[in-house]
């Protein structure tokens, strides 16, 4: 599998809407996985926003995250650290 994954840089987005994803259980488990695989040069982790919203009400539709809020800065700050010193990248 490695040959086959050449520099792999994934993105993961946050969003706590569910489940309370975005955990630093979460993302230790994500980069563990990502580490075990050998080619991963870096790993993004996404706040989720809510930009998306007036998108949805353009449409027609429902926003289907209504009162979920962004995770503040240092929950980021927190879950980028935890990845880096997971993947050790």
Do not use: C, W
């Amino acid at each position: 599998m490695r040959g086959l994954l050449r520099h792999l840089a994934p993105r993961n987005d946050i969003l706590r809407a569910l489940r309370n994803l975005g955990s630093e259980e979460d993302i230790q488990g994500i980069a563990n996985f990502l580490r075990e695989i050998g080619t991963v040069r870096e790993y993004e982790l996404l706040a989720y926003h809510r930009f998306g919203e007036a998108k949805y009400q353009q449409l027609g539709r429902t926003y289907p995250f209504i009162g979920v809020k962004p995770p503040g800065t240092e929950k980021m700050r927190l879950l980028r650290s935890v990845a880096k010193r997971t993947l050790k990248i």
